[in-house]
């Protein structure tokens, strides 16, 4: 089954305390994307791939980290969480072979940050 | 900068009857992609219409189609015979061209099926 996953699904964690979400999609896409999901601010992209090693900033990158060692996997990272960064976060990915550039989500990750 | 408006933050129809949600975008480009995508309490973000800027004829998926207005840069979604499923968050989402993977969504408007 095509599909794109995160781990964890709900995380609660305190100020400062490094962490890792995971991002994993089994489609052989090209482009993936991190958003932050905030009551009345919609989708807001956070860092998005092109490519394995090609990663841009989006429009809210402050705080995050990411990385794209492999195709399949791209990871968001927060070094130092603060609680301005507690929100519902998604991974996604397109194809770049595909013209309609149609995007699948993740599930999204619940953290909070206390 | 690329800014997409969602105007009406809630709206309610009464099940089989029409309903329209609006969109407008900003952008300098000529060719470009938009989407509209529902994400239900489920929170999963599904897509359900896409439209090429370049395609004059308005997309349609069964009972949702679009108002694709480009000199106005207006992309409403048409809901006919809605449904008690039909009832969620939906989100207006432009896509930048030529730039890999660029896309920039509006704050949504939540919709309300009436029984």
């Known amino acids: 089954e095509a599909q794109v996953t995160q781990n964890p699904r709900y995380l609660i964690t305190v100020t400062g305390k490094k962490l890792t979400v995971t991002c994993s999609q089994n489609?052989?896409?090209?482009?993936m994307s991190w958003y932050r999901q905030d009551p009345g601010l919609g989708l807001r992209q956070i860092y998005y791939s092109m490519n394995v090693e090609v990663t841009d900033k989006g429009d809210v990158p402050e705080g995050y980290k990411v990385s794209r060692k492999e195709k399949r996997n791209f990871p968001l990272i927060l070094e130092s969480p603060s609680p301005n960064q507690t929100s519902l976060y998604f991974c996604a990915s397109s194809s770049a072979t595909v013209s309609s550039y149609e995007q699948y989500f993740g599930p999204g990750t619940r953290l909070t940050v206390t | 900068a690329q800014t997409v408006t969602q105007s009406q933050p809630e709206m309610s129809v009464q099940e089989a009857e029409t309903v329209t949600l609006s969109c407008t975008y900003d952008?300098?480009?000529?060719?470009?992609?938009l989407f509209w995508y529902k994400q239900p309490p489920s929170r999963q973000m599904i897509l359900v219409i896409r439209q090429e800027a370049y395609k004059q004829q308005n997309a349609t998926e069964n009972r949702f189609s679009v108002n694709f207005q480009k000199a106005a840069k207006s992309f409403s979604l048409k809901i006919s015979d809605s449904q008690l499923g039909d009832a969620a968050m939906y989100f207006c989402?432009?896509?930048?061209?030529?730039?890999?993977?660029?896309?920039?969504f509006g704050t949504g408007t939540s919709l309300t099926v009436i029984p």
């Open positions: 489609m052989n896409h090209e482009y």
């Open positions: 989402a432009y896509r930048i061209p030529n730039t890999g993977n660029q896309f920039y």
């Open positions: 952008t300098s480009e000529s060719d470009y992609y």
